[in-house]
């Protein structure tokens, strides 16, 4: 099958709106870091928890910073051993305010100092993109230095600690999460979403891999939907479709199921932003602004939970859930985040839809870039052209803005990862074959 490189913008003029706007999104990591420990802030609020996702996403920004010269290497050296030091001799055990247990870690953890945040679970798939953070950091710094050497052993060791049969919790399948106070969640990673990295990650582990068939027992419950005519595998979410794709290069590799579908995940994402598109083109609850270069339907924040009448349709906002297309849910809240993110998989769509985004002034006053969502049918006093938007900037939403940038213009974090070992190793075990591997 056709593999399709990463291209360079093909309008100067595109490539310095991208740099900037790229600049503009890392500069979140830049401050919204606590630099004596690493953690990076869940969002912009005042005394908000770190999101160990998020902390992920800056470790494996860092590294394009440095290429971009958004930062110094010996910066990124400093911030990227403060949160692998942190995290190696941090509290793992069963204790109630650990960090972390078993190699996982808490979803949110206190700024300041490390410990478990609003008793929340021990969240395997945000460990993953923490532990996938630590490889992208052992990849890239590479020196025959004290401190790069430092780097690359730590990564290692957390990496190789996870005990993913444990978090399997005798089943097929990994759980989402555990609670010291209750155990186990109900809920397991099956089916198609962002846990595709979760599980490449699990079966390259040389310690604790998952045991049996576990990686069969994900996929078994995919479902192949036909949309507008474009036949794809199902997620609502856009960020289903991109989270695992920021680290793993799946352009021309493929699993069992899409040996048999003939693509391969690179490819499903593109239909599935084009279906993301095409939703908004039909716009079927007429809602405002939604167009061809108007789009974005993820797992955001909203302006609710409120019920109002507007121009005489009685609509319901939501606050934060995972929006899809075409079923649903879907309050009029956009999310420019995740348009950007689909960089690499549809450009000739998503270019111009950030230029529209620009049009409507949503970066203006904005110390970060874009923030996460806006709502132009949800009523807005102060009259601006994009009605509500949310007051706050996501770590979870500007690393992959940073990243996905970085792919569709180089390709260098997708070129980095194809030379981690264990990545290699867990791409084989679950089955793909192919292409660079």
């Known amino acids: 099958m056709p593999v399709k490189p990463p291209l360079d913008s093909q309008k100067p003029s595109d490539d310095a709106m991208l740099h900037q706007l790229q600049k503009e999104t890392f500069d979140y990591f830049l401050h919204e870091t606590n630099l ?12 908000w928890p770190a999101s160990i996702a998020a902390t992920g996403l800056g470790l494996a920004s860092y590294p394009i910073g440095v290429e971009r010269s958004f930062l110094t290497r010996d910066d990124a050296i400093k911030r990227t051993l403060a949160a692998l030091r942190f995290f190696s001799h941090s509290p793992q055990g069963p204790e109630p305010d650990a960090t972390g247990y078993r190699g996982f870690y808490y979803h949110f953890l206190d700024m300041h100092t490390g410990r478990r945040a609003w008793k929340c679970e021990l969240s395997t798939v945000d460990s993953t993109f923490l532990l996938a953070g630590f490889l992208t950091a052992a990849m ?88 507008y005519d474009i036949e794809f595998l199902y997620a609502g979410p856009l960020f289903i ?15 069992d199921f ?9 490819e499903n994402s593109r239909r599935a932003t084009l279906v993301q598109q095409q939703y908004a083109i039909r716009n079927p609850h007429r809602f405002a602004h939604y167009g061809e270069y108007c789009w974005g339907f993820t797992a955001s924040d909203g302006p609710g939970p409120a019920t109002l009448r507007v121009d005489g349709i009685e609509r319901e906002f939501f606050d934060y859930v995972a929006r899809g297309v075409p079923y649903g849910p ?97 791409l084989r075990r679950a089955g793909f074959r192919n292409g660079w591997l």
Request: aromatic share 14%.
């Open 258 to 266: 899409m040996r048999k579908k003939g693509i391969d995940y690179f």
């Open 330 to 426: 879907d309050d009029g809240t956009i999310a420019p985040w995740v348009v950007v993110t689909s960089l690499p998989f549809a450009p000739e769509v998503v270019v111009p839809t950030i230029q529209r985004f620009n049009e409507l002034r949503l970066r203006e006053m904005n110390r970060y870039g874009f923030k996460a969502t806006f709502n132009a049918t949800f009523p807005h006093k102060g009259g601006r052209p994009h009605g509500w938007v949310t007051p706050w900037h996501f770590g979870l939403d500007q690393g992959p803005i940073v990243m996905m940038i970085e792919n569709y213009r180089t390709g260098f974090l997708w070129r980095l990862m194809r030379q981690c070992p264990y990545i290699v190793a867990g």
């Open 36 to 47: 004596e420990n690493g953690l990076v802030r869940d969002k912009t609020k005042a005394d």
């Open 140 to 227: 890239y710094f590479d020196r025959d230095t004290p401190d790069e050497r430092e780097i690359r052993e730590l990564a290692d060791a957390m990496y190789r600690r996870v005990d993913w049969q444990w978090a399997q919790n005798k089943g097929p399948t990994v759980c989402q999460g555990w609670r010291p106070e209750s155990g186990f969640l109900d809920y397991r990673w099956q089916g198609y979403d962002e846990a595709l990295l979760l599980y490449v990650l699990g079966l390259g582990s040389p310690t604790h891999p998952p045991v049996g068939e576990s990686y069969p027992a994900w996929s078994a419950s995919y479902e192949w939907k036909k949309i």
């Open 241 to 255: 479709h991109q989270l695992s794709h920021l680290w793993l290069d799946l352009r021309g590799i493929q699993d």
